[in-house]
């Protein structure tokens, strides 16, 4: 009988150790701080960043569209291989109608997972990039340094800006922030749709989207330039600059 009992306590406590052994070789990051990149159309408000042990981080604060690099909360510790973000953001152009009336937020939940990852460093060198897609994912990035910004809006906005000047705004009809996110949009669609993120590919894509058809991706010259050059950056930009007058006739005429 006592043996019996022996073999269940030590089956049990094995239970128990293993048990223990599972939680203890979870990743444990300390010291942390966040940095978030918004890549959406919208000013991402805030966010928060929760493990499954109870601990959480968070940041934001008005991030406008393409922004966010070098901005750091810290300190924080996080647990674990499998992450919860709340995030919320708005339609900065929505909020501009009436700044007198509450901001209609943007809710959501995404989850991430970060496999185990080794990481040195002191404060503020111990970063958890957390990268907002277009669409609405996030990548997680550990990283050492303030930087390491995906898509530039701000320098598109300004080559088309530059380039085009009052084609794009005819009748001054936008106010300069509003032209921004207009472009910010229309980049993103194009990652969205193409995977384009090289800054010249996302130029030409808001161009031939704002300036010559919204529809220009449904001519079947584009189409194969689209599909020859996925994956290559800056060559669906150089491919389009080719394109001759009589292509160009064509785009402007699909309904």
Not at 66 to 77: A, D, I, K, N
Not at 82 to 94: M, R
Request: proline letters at 5%.
């Amino acid at each position: 009988m006592s043996v019996v009992i022996m073999k269940i306590a030590v089956g049990a406590l094995l239970v128990v150790l293993a048990g223990c052994d599972r939680f203890s070789s979870e990743p444990t990051y300390s010291g942390l701080s966040l940095e978030a990149f918004n890549y959406t159309p919208y000013n991402l408000d805030r966010f928060v960043i929760k493990d499954r042990y109870g601990n959480r981080g968070s940041g934001g604060g008005d991030l406008p569209p393409s922004s966010g690099e070098g901005r750091l909360s810290c300190c924080y510790v996080l647990k674990g291989t499998e992450f919860e973000v709340e995030w919320e953001a708005y339609d900065a152009d929505i909020a501009s109608h009436n700044l007198y009336a509450p901001i209609e937020k943007i809710k959501t939940t995404t989850n991430v997972s970060i496999p185990p990852t080794k990481i040195v460093g002191g404060s503020g060198t111990k970063i958890l990039g957390l990268h907002f897609y277009p669409d609405g994912h996030i990548e997680p990035e550990f990283r050492s340094d303030l930087g390491g910004s995906r898509f530039n809006y701000g320098v598109i906005n300004y080559q088309i800006v530059t380039k085009y000047g009052q084609r794009i705004n005819l009748g001054e009809q936008l106010n300069p922030a509003e032209v921004f996110r207009r472009t910010a949009r229309m980049a993103g669609q194009g990652w969205i749709k193409y995977r384009l993120i090289d800054d010249a590919d996302l130029e030409q894509y808001v161009y031939f989207t704002l300036l010559v058809n919204k529809n220009f991706d449904e001519n079947p010259q584009v189409k194969k330039i689209l599909q020859e050059t996925q994956g290559k950056p800056g060559a669906f930009a150089t491919e389009m600059k080719q394109l001759p007058a009589s292509a160009i006739v064509e785009i402007r005429q699909i309904p």
